[in-house]
């Protein structure tokens, strides 16, 4: 009888042709370049994020100088860009724990190439949304009033408002995100000591390696730091946006007492999370072609993580709709049909299309691996994403209970440049970022290498083995 | 690679490691220099004499001479704001004694010129702390529970840093602090051994709502 | 960023036929959802809806170092000491009565529009801060209108005049005194001759007996007066009807059936505050009380009589003449015939009416509006003769003011003296004719023919700035002076401070008139009434009784025996030409004729239909606007007798069609930064030959006008928010009303509070007699140093009122039903907001009150997103006036003044409360009983429709109205348990012209989608428009 065995071609996960020495020098190269040879287009692209970071700080000063009036909130629209924004930028920021922990602990391989690059989004992310709500509130300089710490007043934070645990949840995130980035940083800091030419760089890296020399039990300690912080961080991805959301589950305004709110906000980060790392990795990787490490193979995964994220939270919207009208309440089914034709409808039609349709295009390999579609999609993912907000803010809070006290939002000059402007913010850290610190995990990609060289190796020998077993006819007597 | 200098001199690894406790230390230390500050009594002004635009000693007129409170702080159990007497209040007396002492002489100037004495507010409570003096003293809470032995300072001075905080202790548990009604402004009392007994017993007697004295509107409005 | 709303390409004819296919009571929508397609093809391409919200337009702007230098010291990084050191500045020599931190209570009255009104003024150590009515005086009975509390503000007002001007420049009294005294010799030889006197309506006996000594001094004198919102038609039509002048007095306690023909007589007469209370008294329906009286209202320009009425017609005013006369022909009064009816009164509604009135001989009442010409009085006298109401319903008393006569006719003939150079000196005691005088008359260019002109004013006005003499008036507040109620009752003006910017009253200026030098106005009034022999030989009591009751015994009107002579009654309707629209003129529901614009606090008031702030506007009916294409915005031209004015157009559901209102008052040039500049002069368009009623076209411009409106959408959509049913449903089942919907049941997952305390606090709301008249607005404003925000923040929806009245319509476009909803904090038991906020700044307290601790708030603003009746207010910006210092003075120091970026609303006048339960306790009286606490929103109510009090005395007011069938709360199924609830509005409408519709017209069902609209209100929020 006859036993075969069928062995596919796999699509790789490191381009041809790298060895050990050219992924450590192409990488480790980036922020080794000396200052003088700063790529052109790098300093353009600094310069604009850096001119933007100033608008933010402009639009910060005037907002603590005049109030939060320099804004288009009224009431009852009391909650607006600000809001918005936190909520967009959280979401964001999961990305880079969940690839980098979740697709850990599934031991997703290719993850190596783009964890340390969407760890650090996630931390300028986490930055950006930190600021918010803090921004926006009326006395700003007495947020530390929601931090429970002994004082003279003989008085606790109200533990009952979600905004408390909002408190909890996001410092918590950004520890723990800072030290896993960190600490996954490590032996890189260690190569470019060692590859450094200049004594301050090396000294600079020197005091970041902590003393790494790659000795077996430096790995081994590395290793179970690593699995550790992943394991804690993992958990994390989940209840940060949970909580989060019931920022507006908890309360009882028709479009956000909703119970779905937790799972779908979750799922809707991660969506916009991956949306966030597409639109910055395919151009990094076209610039510093790095098209060997970030490879189609990446871009397609991504593309599927979306397909279903961007599925699940379309589900969501669906079910708000349904649950809308199933409710029989007056105000659950006016909020809906507010939605669907009420003035700030084209948002929510909008919405729909940019999170709910055209992900559906994802299910087809085409549009997965076809790269200019897939970052003008990131964009659209983005959009969509900001706009869920919207409507989740905006259009419930302008027409609730009492028609008497419905009224329009229109956002100011100052809303947009506080938008704007933390957008600086995040693309000044990350330009700083891919400009001095190894954007890809140097000794990981090394690991990587070496795995896929044995898998190679191993094919190669089964193949050859299969060749040599073929059973000989059998002789007749 | 061997080949290259090194970077750091051995002792480095040593300060590396110290260098982790301290920045931990650093940090603490400020938040402690912090807290204790802002509860220092030179923060809250407490024991800090203050200079009055009259030299006037409450020790003599309260101590010495055995004034009641309330012959110059008329409205104290009327009203919620004590009343810081006119100067007619003082020339009363002083028509008849010490006309002439040179401390006396803001008094005849304020007279003629028909200008108030402007005193240094002492006990000064946010604007947003509506306290009222008359149902504090109408209810057995001494002067002296806020204000001290005033009739043992020469110049008036803070006794209490009047934190919130310090409020509660007595809104939370009156029964510490009362006393009879008629020993208000008795600034000898001593709280007897059998307070809490006593005190249970007058807040019982002047029906005291406990659970109503922490609500914010008692103070906040 | 700015957008249109939706509604401009939304065609109102569609929407009508739609409404004409619709069955039942029908509550409107706004345009925004009725046609779907079209707008959201409107909005695809937009990238936001509504106006551009300015992010500072308004308030006192300050430079951005201050600003920061502000903000900064917020921080509290300024202090290196945890508090400024502050002083204490006690008397010198102690007033006997003050003690320091308790408040003092003074009567006066108010004589804000001639008449007096009681008042009670709160006096804290020496500046009063609050202004209520006065209980023991008749033409207040505790209750208050909006000008009279805003008065507080006034007096305080910074910008009023603090200096004698002569010809503009600075100068003294005495130089004044010195000036005039050769001009008063000559006149004094001339026998006073070209000596002429202008005030606006006087009642005060004192200032009477003065004019009086002066035309003895000198006998040619010249007194005229002129009220721009005058009762010359009124006078004249008693003249016509008796042959004498008398004022009539209503008792509308007695009246079961009125018709008001264009009177608006729950707001604009001297005694409308008690009208309002008499009224309501024969309104109010309860368990044990199921009949009320019956109004008919016909009338041009929406009011909030109109609002109230059972059955409202519109009507143009021109027409109303004609609809008397039918009325009186029908009721067979003498020397009436051939009527006819005018077009748009159904003849059945007619036949109903009439038969109605008929049925209540003796205890109906018919009124006609101030804008009526002299005949409809008469003819309305005669109709009541007829019905025999003389006696019970109404009665006639001498006329009140002190020298009754045609207001217009002796300005026309002062301006003619003056043109003809006659007038040698003119003293004008208040008013601003240069502004508010006929435009005809042209008082400005005849002004300047005066030799002398003086003019006593509380600010520097158009007529000061024209004028010799300016002479800063002192405030009824800051001097003693005497007045007279719409009653005849008399009252002393007693001052509670000095003129704070040295003005002169009245008297004292016709004091100097006669060479008096240094009399006071303490004396001059206080000798009259001593001169009258009152009180016989004991006269300091009878001064200090009148002091303290704040009335003077005895001295009502009398009721007076009149005969009807008018035997017939001249045609005077003058019809309007087909090609021209009427216009009519109507004083404005918050500044009156003008007087009040410099009040922030009167400028900022929602106008009780329109909702408008800050400005007027041209109201058209919706026919009108369906006719000529026009939005609420869009500017057009007046045009009559060839003079013309732009001005904004406002949809104004109900207002009669090819007739367009315009409100007396705005377009001041000089009346102060608050009010200089709002709106446009309606006195450009108002000759002497038709006051009230001018015909002239309108024609529409290119341009728009950014109107602001408080309220934008005007539909219940549906919803359980008012509830309302008629009397016969009500009687058809009292214990459960058919207009309440099912019971809600209560579950909820916290524990119930016992609140076993010896206070729990509760509020009852009576819908049935809440007039829209703002009156509670105005109090809580007073009492809670609640901010002026400006046009702009009210654009952008930040007005602070803790305290507004919703106003929903329902049924047809052109005639709707109107409904009136105070709505604040309600308190809820289980407060959506308190388990919202991060650092417990607003918590329940144990009396059931919910508590907002400003200096806790860190502004999440996330209580108010979280309140389903979105009365909580929020300080954007700076809004509270740090830096005025007599603004400082006129606050309430027992409350907080917030600053920016602090949560408030209302809090059942907390102060009010401690200061009681202090009482109370210090007492050993804890349960506090009605009467010990008393918002000011309840005091103030001329109808007493707010009942306030403790729900743990078994038998206080509220307990029982809580009981009451009527008794429901808004939005109880959210299970928010709110406090304050509601009785729900009880109609009395006719059966012979509303058949009871058995099912009870309930919100909750007949609303389908499409059938319900809001034609006045764009979408884009509190931009009117663009």
């Known amino acids: 009888m006859q036993r075969y065995e069928q062995i596919e071609p796999i699509e790789p996960i490191i381009g041809p042709g790298q060895t050990y020495a050219t992924i450590t020098e192409r990488i480790s190269s980036i922020p080794l370049t000396d200052l003088r040879q700063t790529p052109r287009g790098w300093l353009v692209g600094f310069a604009i994020s850096f001119s933007f970071l100033m608008l933010f700080l402009i639009s910060i000063l005037w907002l603590f100088a005049r109030g939060t009036g320099i804004w288009g909130l009224n009431i009852p629209v009391a909650w607006g860009f600000a809001i918005i924004n936190f909520v967009w930028w959280i979401g964001i920021g999961h990305a880079g724990t969940l690839i980098s922990a979740v697709l850990l602990l599934f031991q997703q391989s290719w993850r190596n190439s783009i964890n340390r690059f969407a760890e650090a989004m996630t931390l300028f992310a986490v930055a950006c949304a930190g600021l918010f709500p803090i921004l926006h509130l009326g006395r700003p300089w007495l947020f530390y009033w929601l931090i429970p710490y002994p004082n003279t007043l003989g008085m606790w934070p109200q533990f009952r408002s979600p905004l408390a645990w909002d408190v909890f949840a996001i410092s918590t995130y950004a520890t723990v995100s800072l030290l896993f980035w960190l600490v996954g940083l490590i032996p890189d800091f260690a190569i470019l000591r060692d590859r450094a030419a200049g004594k301050l760089q090396r000294q600079i890296f020197g005091l970041l390696a902590l003393g790494w020399r790659s000795s077996s039990r430096h790995w081994y300690r590395y290793e179970m730091a690593y699995l550790i912080l992943a394991a804690l961080s993992t958990p994390l991805v989940v209840s940060v946006h949970s909580i989060v959301s019931l920022d507006f589950a908890v309360s009882q305004l028709p479009g956000w007492h909703v119970t779905i709110f937790p799972p779908y906000f979750v799922a809707g980060a991660v969506f916009s999370g991956f949306a966030m790392v597409l639109t910055l990795t395919i151009p990094i990787r076209k610039w510093y072609n790095l098209e060997d490490f970030i490879t189609m193979k990446h871009l397609d995964n991504m593309a599927k993580v979306m397909l279903v994220t961007g599925s699940i939270v379309f589900y969501g919207y669906l079910m708000e709709l349904f649950y809308g009208w199933y409710s029989a309440s007056v105000f659950e089914q006016y909020m809906v049909l507010n939605r669907m034709i009420g003035p700030y409808a084209p948002f929510f039609w909008a919405l729909i299309l940019c999170n709910g349709v055209i992900p559906q295009l994802l299910w087809f390999k085409f549009f997965r691996q076809n790269i200019p579609f897939l970052f003008v999609f990131s964009i659209i993912v983005n959009i969509g994403m900001w706009l869920e907000r919207f409507v989740i803010v905006v259009i419930s809070l302008h027409r609730e209970f009492l028609p008497s006290s419905w009224d329009m939002y229109t956002p100011t000059f100052w809303d947009w440049s506080l938008y704007i402007g933390s957008l600086g913010l995040f693309f000044t850290l990350l330009f700083l970022f891919i400009r001095f610190l190894p954007m890809i995990n140097i000794f990981e990609m090394s690991m990587l290498q070496f795995s896929e060289n044995e898998k190679a190796r191993r094919r190669e020998a089964r193949r050859v083995q299969l060749a040599g077993d073929t059973p000989e006819p059998a002789q007749m007597a | 690679m061997a080949t290259r200098p090194q970077i750091f001199r051995p002792g480095t690894n040593t300060l590396a490691r110290v260098s982790i406790f301290v920045g931990a230390l650093i940090v603490v230390e400020i938040l402690l220099i912090l807290i204790v500050f802002f509860r220092s009594n030179y923060w809250r002004q407490v024991h800090i004499a203050i200079d009055q635009p009259v030299n006037f000693s409450h020790q003599i007129h309260a101590g010495v001479v055995g004034m009641d409170c309330r012959y110059c702080h008329a409205s104290v159990a009327q009203s919620s704001f004590a009343t810081i007497p006119p100067t007619e209040t003082c020339v009363t007396c002083h028509t008849q004694v010490k006309q002439n002492s040179p401390l006396v002489q803001p008094i005849w100037e304020s007279l003629e010129t028909g200008k108030p004495i402007e005193w240094v507010k002492v006990h000064d409570l946010p604007g947003f702390v509506y306290f009222n003096h008359s149902i504090h003293v109408n209810k057995g809470f001494g002067c002296t529970e806020c204000h001290g032995r005033v009739n043992e300072m020469p110049v008036v001075w803070q006794e209490q840093a009047l934190f919130m905080g310090w409020c509660l202790n007595c809104h939370r548990n009156p029964e510490k602090y009362i006393r009879p009604v008629e020993e208000v402004y008795n600034m000898e009392w001593v709280r007897p051994p059998n307070q809490i007994a006593l005190g249970q017993k007058l807040v019982q007697e002047y029906n005291i709502d406990v659970n109503r004295l922490s609500n914010c509107y008692i103070c906040h409005r | ?1026």
């Not at chain 3, 809004?879 to 920016?900: G, H, I, S």
């Open chain 3, 1 to 1026: 960023m700015t957008m249109q709303s939706p509604e401009e390409r939304v065609d109102l004819s569609e929407i009508r036929t739609r409404l004409a296919g619709a069955t039942g009571q029908q509550y409107w929508r706004s345009l925004a959802e009725v046609a779907e397609t079209r707008e959201f093809q409107e909005f695809l391409h937009r990238e936001f809806p509504g106006g551009a919200a300015e992010w500072d337009h308004s308030f006192s702007r300050r430079t951005f170092l201050k600003v920061m230098g502000a903000s900064l010291a917020l921080a509290g990084l300024t202090a290196c000491r945890y508090q400024p050191v502050e002083r204490i500045a006690p008397y010198v020599n102690a007033p006997e009565q003050i003690v320091p931190g308790l408040p003092l209570f003074y009567t006066s009255v108010a004589t804000s529009r001639g008449y007096a009104q009681g008042v009670l003024v709160e006096s804290h150590t020496g500046r009063p801060t609050f202004i209520s009515g006065n209980p023991e005086h008749p033409a207040s009975l505790g209750a208050a209108d909006i000008f009279t509390q805003a008065e507080i503000l006034t007096m305080y007002d910074p910008e009023r005049s603090r200096q004698v001007l002569n010809n503009g420049d600075k100068s003294t009294w005495d130089a004044f005194v010195a000036a005039i005294a050769p001009h008063l010799a000559e006149l004094r030889r001339a026998q006073g001759a070209g000596l002429h006197i202008l005030t606006q309506t006087v009642t005060s006996p004192t200032l009477a007996s003065q004019f009086r000594a002066l035309q003895s001094a000198y006998p040619q004198v010249q007194w005229h007066q002129y009220e721009p919102v005058g009762y010359d038609n009124v006078r004249a039509g008693s003249q016509l009807a008796f042959g004498e002048y008398v004022d009539t007095l209503y008792h509308f306690d007695q009246a079961q059936v009125i018709l008001a023909l264009d009177s608006d007589f729950l707001f604009a007469l001297p005694g409308s505050v008690r009208y309002a209370r008499d009224f309501s008294n024969r309104r109010r329906v309860r368990r044990d009380k199921l009949e009320s009286n019956r109004l008919y209202v016909v009338e041009s320009t929406p009011t909030i009589t109109g609002a109230i009425a059972d059955h409202r017609q519109p009507l143009r005013a021109s027409e109303i003449e004609r609809l008397t006369r039918v009325v009186a022909q029908r009721l067979g009064v003498t020397g009436v015939n051939n009527a006819e009816l005018p077009a748009g009164i159904p003849a059945e509604w007619l036949e109903a009416l009439v038969e109605d009135l008929q049925q209540h001989r003796g205890t109906s009442v018919v009124i006609a509006g101030h804008n009526q010409p002299p005949v409809v009085h008469a003819l309305v006298h005669a109709i009541n003769q007829q019905l025999d109401n003389v006696g019970t319903t109404l009665s006639y008393i001498d006329p009140v003011e002190v020298n009754p006569g045609n207001q217009l006719e002796s300005l026309r003939a002062l301006t003619t003296a003056m043109q003809a150079g006659q007038v040698s000196m003119l003293v004008m005691f208040g008013g601003n004719p240069v502004y508010d005088a006929p435009v005809d008359l042209d008082f400005a260019n005849a002004l300047a023919r005066v030799g002398t002109s003086v003019h006593l004013s509380l600010f520097v006005d158009e007529t000061s700035a024209r004028s010799t003499w300016h002479i800063p008036a002192a405030h009824f507040l800051e001097a003693w002076g005497d007045a007279r109620a719409f009653d005849g009752t008399a009252s002393v003006i007693q001052p509670l401070i000095e003129p704070l910017y040295g003005g002169k009253s009245a008297h004292e200026l016709v004091a100097t008139l006669m060479g008096q030098v240094d009399v006071n106005g303490y004396d001059i009034v206080r000798n009259f009434w001593r001169s009258r022999g009152l009180g016989g030989r004991d006269f300091d009591t009878f001064w200090h009784t009148a002091l303290s009751k704040g009335v003077i015994e005895g001295t009502a009107a009398p009721p007076k025996q009149v005969t009807l002579q008018a035997t017939e009654f001249p045609d005077t309707v003058a019809a309007i030409p087909a090609d021209e629209l009427e216009i009519l003129f109507q004083p404005d529901p918050s500044i009156w004729d003008g007087r009040f614009a410099n009040n922030g606090w009167l400028q900022e008031l929602p106008k009780p239909l329109t909702k408008l702030t800050w400005d007027n506007a041209a109201l058209i009916g919706v026919a009108t606007a369906e006719r000529l294409r026009l939005r609420n915005g869009d500017v057009v031209e007046l045009r009559t007798q060839g003079r013309t004015l732009r001005v904004p157009v406002w949809i104004a559901p109900g207002h009669v069609d090819e007739a367009v209102t315009v409100y007396l008052g705005y377009g001041r040039e000089r009346a102060g930064t608050v009010g200089t500049g709002q709106g446009v002069n309606a006195y450009r368009l108002r000759t002497s030959d038709s006051l009230w009623i001018a015909s002239g076209q309108l024609r529409r411009t290119a341009s728009r006008y950014e109107l602001v409106s408080t309220q934008d959408h005007s539909s219940m959509e549906g919803r359980e928010i008012v509830v309302s049913g008629t009397l016969a449903q009500f009687r058809s089942n009292p214990e459960h009303p058919p207009f309440f919907h099912g019971e809600h049941e209560y579950r909820s997952l916290y524990p119930d509070y016992p609140y076993d305390g010896p206070r729990s606090w509760g509020m009852v709301i009576d819908l049935s007699t809440c007039i829209g008249c703002n009156a509670c607005v105005i109090a809580c404003q007073a009492e809670n140093n609640i901010p002026v925000v400006g046009k702009g923040q009210v654009a952008n929806g930040r007005e602070m009122h803790w305290l507004r009245i919703d106003r929903y319509y329902s049924g047809e476009l052109d005639n709707p039903r109107v409904y009136f909803q105070p709505m604040a904090c309600v308190h809820c038991e289980k407060a959506p907001c308190e388990t919202v906020c991060p650092v417990a700044a607003t918590v329940h307290d144990d009396e059931g009150i919910n508590n907002m601790v400003y200096n806790r708030c860190v502004g999440t603003r996330y209580c108010s997103n979280n309140c389903p009746y979105k009365v909580r207010r929020f300080n954007f910006l700076q809004y509270a006036d740090l830096d005025t210092e007599t603004l400082k003075l006129q606050r309430n120091p027992n409350v907080t003044v917030r600053n920016r970026g602090v949560m408030e609303k209302c809090t059942y006048c907390i102060q009010r409360i401690s200061a009681a339960r202090i009482k109370g306790e210090q007492a050993n009286q804890p349960v506090l009983k009605d009467g010990d606490v008393v918002t000011a929103c309840q005091a103030a109510c001329p109808t007493q429709g707010i009942t306030f009090g403790n729900l743990n005395y078994p038998d206080s007011e509220v307990n029982r109205l809580k009981a009451e069938p009527l008794n429901y709360g808004v939005l109880e199924e959210l299970n928010t348990r709110p406090r304050t609830t509601y009785l729900a509005r009880v109609r009395n409408p006719n059966p012979a012209i509303e058949p009871d519709m058995p099912a009870g017209e309930h919100h909750g069902t007949e609303t389908s989608p499409h059938s319900v609209i809001e034609p006045e209100m764009p979408a884009d929020g509190h931009h009117g428009t663009e």
